[in-house]
Structures are given as structure tokens and as C-alpha cells.
């Protein structure tokens, strides 16, 4: 069964850092890239930043870019998000998410989720 | 990166038919036939409904169905049941490499 599992969130001061994890299993993690996304309080879904299989790629929403890190850790079956500079817009619960597929069919969607952790920017 | 446009909210009959459009540009949803669907309920994860525009997963009941024309995406929920109502968000890659959700829609079953 495939798990995925965030852990890190929590309260932080504007301009300060976090890091997030998530942790997969079920699955042969090294072979699927992975992505984080985010819902604001009553907000919908966005798209924030993937990763690759290998972790030689990564991408990032505009949002985002040059404050946050993706990473992962393919041999404890970990992905990564490092978050600085936090500003009270970033407020969300984070997702990960599992791509459909390694290859082919499926890749561009997201097939599991973990249940989310809460990022409250406040002071 | 702008949102994928989708009506803020559809609503049908149990039975009925209804169907949720997604609105891009040749550069998302017209560029490639990578196109998905979620459905979220109040509190929970988002799950996969509907991938690479038309294909269902495992497990996704065939009530369930999607489309595309031009820039246009569609989700179409025939034999609507309660269970149904929740959020339904449409997502597509882009041609910068990165991908783009809908604004959501959401789905009362009356």
C-alpha cells in the first residue's frame, strides 16, 4: 500500500525557515519524481515545486522560486522542502504528491497524496 | 503561471449529468494532452479521478469521464450520486515544465 506520509510544518515568524518531509513507502520511491503542493485557508490547490527521479531536476512555481529548496533522499525514501523567507502568503497546508507513472502514461498527474501539514506564517 | 479557469460551482439532480469545463491556453491545456482531475472532500487529500485527459485509474468509477477540445477541458459526471459532492480541481503541464491547477469547482449534489 502506498503511503506518504508529511511531517514539519508548524508556526514560524515572517522571514523564517522551515523544513518540510515527507515519507513514502509502498513504492519504489527512486523511480517516480515527486511534487509538493499547497492549499491556503479556503483556497484551491497550487502547484509548488517537483522533483525528478533522480533529483537532478527540480522545478518551482514563480511563487516560490529562489526561496524554496526540493530535495529528496532516495535511500530513506524521503523528499524535501526547504522553505526560507517565509512570508504570511505561504500560510498552507502542504501536500506531497506521487507522480502516476515512472515513465509513459500517467507521469504528468498525480496518483497519491499524503494527508498534508499544517505552515502558519504569523507573528 | 494563471490558474486554469473552471466555474466556481455545478450543481445537478441525483441521476443527472454534469459537466465541469477547464479553461487554458495553447500553452497548457491546448499544448498537451496532460490534462487531470481531482476531487476533494472537506478536510481530506485530493484523489485522482481522471489523468492524460480522458483515462481513468483503478478504481475510479465509470461514472466518470473526460475531454478536451482546443483549450478547453471537460469533466463529465454522469448518474450523480451524494457521494459526489466536493471539489473538483483540474490540473495540466506546461510548457515551461511546470504545472498549473484550476481555480476548483464545486460540485452540489441538490
Known amino acids: 500500500e502506498v503511503q506518504l506520509v508529511e511531517s514539519g510544518g508548524g508556526l514560524v515568524q515572517p522571514g523564517g525557515s522551515l523544513r518540510l518531509s515527507c515519507a513514502a513507502s509502498g513504492f519504489t520511491f527512486s523511480s517516480y519524481a515527486m511534487t509538493w503542493v499547497r492549499q491556503a485557508p479556503g483556497e484551491g490547490l497550487e502547484w509548488v515545486s517537483r522533483?525528478?527521479?533522480?533529483?537532478?531536476?527540480?522545478y518551482y512555481a514563480d511563487s516560490v522560486k529562489g526561496r524554496f529548496t526540493i530535495s529528496r533522499d532516495n535511500s530513506k525514501n524521503t523528499l524535501f522542502l526547504q522553505m526560507n523567507s517565509l512570508r504570511a502568503e505561504d500560510t498552507a497546508v502542504y501536500y506531497c504528491?506521487?507522480?502516476?507513472?515512472?515513465?509513459?502514461?500517467?507521469?504528468?498527474?498525480?496518483?497519491?497524496w499524503g494527508q498534508g501539514t499544517q505552515v502558519t506564517v504569523s507573528s | 503561471q494563471s490558474a486554469l479557469t473552471q466555474p466556481a460551482s455545478v450543481s445537478g439532480s441525483p441521476g443527472q449529468s454534469i459537466t465541469i469545463s477547464c479553461t487554458g491556453t495553447?500553452?497548457?491545456?491546448?499544448?498537451?494532452?496532460?490534462v487531470s482531475w481531482y476531487q476533494q472532500h472537506p478536510g481530506k487529500a485530493p484523489k485522482l479521478m481522471i489523468y492524460d485527459v480522458s483515462n481513468r485509474p483503478s478504481g475510479v468509477s465509470n461514472r466518470f469521464s473526460g475531454s478536451k477540445s482546443g483549450n478547453t477541458a471537460s469533466l463529465t459526471i454522469s448518474g450523480l450520486q451524494a457521494e459526489d459532492e466536493a471539489d473538483y480541481y483540474c490540473?495540466?503541464?506546461?510548457?515551461?515544465?511546470?504545472?498549473?491547477f484550476g481555480t476548483g469547482t464545486k460540485v452540489t449534489v441538490l
Open positions: 490540473s495540466s503541464y506546461t510548457s515551461s515544465g511546470l504545472f498549473v
Open positions: 495553447s500553452s497548457d491545456v491546448g499544448g498537451y494532452n496532460y
Open positions: 504528491a506521487k507522480s502516476g507513472a515512472p515513465l509513459g502514461s500517467g507521469r504528468r498527474s498525480f496518483d497519491y
Open positions: 522533483i525528478s527521479d533522480s533529483g537532478g531536476s527540480t
